[in-house]
Every structure is written in C-alpha cells, then in structure tokens.
C-alpha cells in the first residue's frame, strides 16, 4: 500500500512577507505588478487570505486588484499593501522548509517553490503518516511562522487535490477506499491538468462534477480529447501510479537562532554564531558533503529589518571553523557602525553554507581491478 502526502504552503509569497514584516500583520497583501495606482500593468502573482476576502486572486490583472481593494477600503475595511516580491527571500526559506520535510520521507520530491510530495508509505498506516504531517506542520511553524495544508492518499494524484480541500492550515486524509466518494462531489476544475480550456468544453456538455466525469465512457473521452481522454478516465477514477520522484538535494545548509532576548552584546552573538556554525558542519557531515564555498549570514534587527550577506571562497572551505571564521567576518559589520549605525539590537542570526561541494559518484572513481587484488588510484578521502 503506497502513502502519499502533498504538501503545500498557504499564500506562500505573501505569508513570507508578513512574516518579514510585523507592519503587514492582518492586513490584506498582495504580491505582484505594481498597481500604479490603478494604471499599473502586470498581474497578482499572490494575494493572501485576508485579500481574497475582497476578491483577489492569483493572475488576475494588477488593476482589478487595486479596484477591488479601494472599494474595500471605501467600505471601511482595511488597507491593501501591495509589494513587488523578494524572489531570493521565497527561495531561501522554501529551501528550508523542503529540508524539514524531506528528511521524514521514504521518497522526495519538491513539486514546485512552495509544494512537495512525501511517500511515507513505510509509516504502515494512514494514521501514523497524519501523526507525522502534524508532527510537521507543527515543526514548520516554530522554525518559519507559517502554515501549510496537507493532503494524505493513495497517490500524487489524490495527496495534491485533497491538501487543496482545506486552506489555509489544513489537514486532509483520503483513505483508498474514500477516493472516489471524496472525488466525485468535487468540481471537475480540481483534477490538475483541468484548466480554464477542458474545464469549458466540459460545461458546455454539462459536466460539472467528477461524478458527471466518471460517467463518460473511455471511448467518449478519446473522441472528444485524445490522449488526454485516457488521463481524464483514469483522474477521474483517482489512479494514479507516478512515483515520488526522489531527486531532492540540499542546496545549502543552514540554521538560526532567535535570542531569548534582543542584544548587542558581540561576544554572545558569536558565541551563537559558533554554534551554528558547529551544528551545520555536523548537518554537511550526515549528509556526506564534504565542502562548500559560500557562507552566508541572516541578521534580522528587533524591528524585523532582515539582511543577507554572502561572501564565496575562491577554494572549498571543509571545516565548522572555516564556516564560523567566514560567518564572523560578516557579521561584525553588523555588531558596529559600518552597517549598524543607529546600533539597534539583533533578534535572530543565521548560519548557512551554500555552493555545495559534493563528492562524485563513486561509478566515477578509478575502479578497483577485483580479480587479480590489484589496485588502482585510491579514491580522494
Ligand atoms: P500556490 O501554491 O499556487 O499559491 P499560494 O501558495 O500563494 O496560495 P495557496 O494558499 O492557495 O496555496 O503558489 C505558490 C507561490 O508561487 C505563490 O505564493 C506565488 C507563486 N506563484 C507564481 O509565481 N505564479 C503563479 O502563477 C502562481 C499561481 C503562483
Ligand atoms: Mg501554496
């Protein structure tokens, strides 16, 4: 029996940004064009939940947006912040939360930024694989501040329509012999591969439902669609047999630390920066990569102000010490005036080795002449 779960981030770019940004906090956001007010051109790349609330919705143009916001606004709600985006801010803390994730799971596959699939089939048992998506929903919250909805099935198929049955923070587990009374009530539009086209022309021949879908026979379908009628036949049946991919790779590594308290004091900062340091050798280590040549710092001031600086080393750095030495010299600037002039104090560092040195496959080693006992060049340590 194959468990599968789908995860997915709730309003991701959006949810970022509020997490970035105390001042966004329950208030409508929206990722996207910049509206120009009102002349702006481009579209909602996301919106958060509390802006759908006035109608707005990904892809929809920037200026229906800015419309539907002022009109809320005119009704007394509140204001709608718009923002361009901070693409490497969405990578960066995607990649973290795939590297939460994909350590729990038999197989990994992240789907896209903010979506991956889990085969946690040798969990034995729907419960226990639902013990564990709590387990990391939970676990996403504390290190991230954000939420995401979980779908648990039989298949990819399944897993990815039931984690978007409930959103935000949501929870969905179809059991196999569920499926298809879990299918059939939904609209024909929550099959991946139904877009606006398909989901037309099936309107027009009064298919609304799956279950209306699931009536077609294989033959209609082919007529009408192809190929694609064949995929339709067995989506609508829940089949589904692709198999979680399983070629997920760290990209970087890194950990941060909130303070208990907000401080200044350099010594305990890179103190904590040691540690880090110490504990994301160690994480390089488990997974057998041996170096790395980008360190890279987070610095997020009591006001949320968040930093980033990187430097990359010209040869591979092996070592917590090389790690910690490269982290130092980045965040000193922070601890004085050269970029902390007003000397707030620091609520979170970070720690993060990136450009990942990784051993070659050991197909690519000289091989070893196992007959006659006689060796070649030893593989580098
Ligand atoms: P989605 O998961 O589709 O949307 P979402 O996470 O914002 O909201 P939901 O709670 O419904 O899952 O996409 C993830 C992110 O990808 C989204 O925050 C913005 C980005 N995105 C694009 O850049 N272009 C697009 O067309 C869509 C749909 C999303
Ligand atoms: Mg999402």
Redesign the pocket.
Known sequence: MRIIAHV????????VEERYNPRLRDRPVV?GADPKDGQGRGVV???N?AARKYGIK??MPITRAWRLANAAQRRGEPETIFLPGNHRL?REVSERIMAVLAPSADAFEEA????AYLDLSSLGSFEAAAERALTLKREIVAREGLTC?VGIGPNKLVAKISS?FK??DGLTVVQPEQVQAFLDLLRIRVIPGIGPKTELLLHDRGIHTVRQLRDLDLFQLVDWFGRWGEDLYAKARGLSESPVSNEWEPKSIGEQETFEHDTLDAAFVLERAQELARSVSQRLGRQGIPAFRTVTVTVRFADFATFTRSHTAREPLVTAEALYTGAVRLLLPFLDHRENPTQKKIRLIGVRAEKLVRAPAPSSYPRRDLETGTSGEEPNP
């Open positions: 997915d981030m709730d309003a991701f770019y959006a949810a990722v790349t996301t919106a939940y990904s892809a969405y896209s930024i903010d979506e909805s978007d959103k935000p």
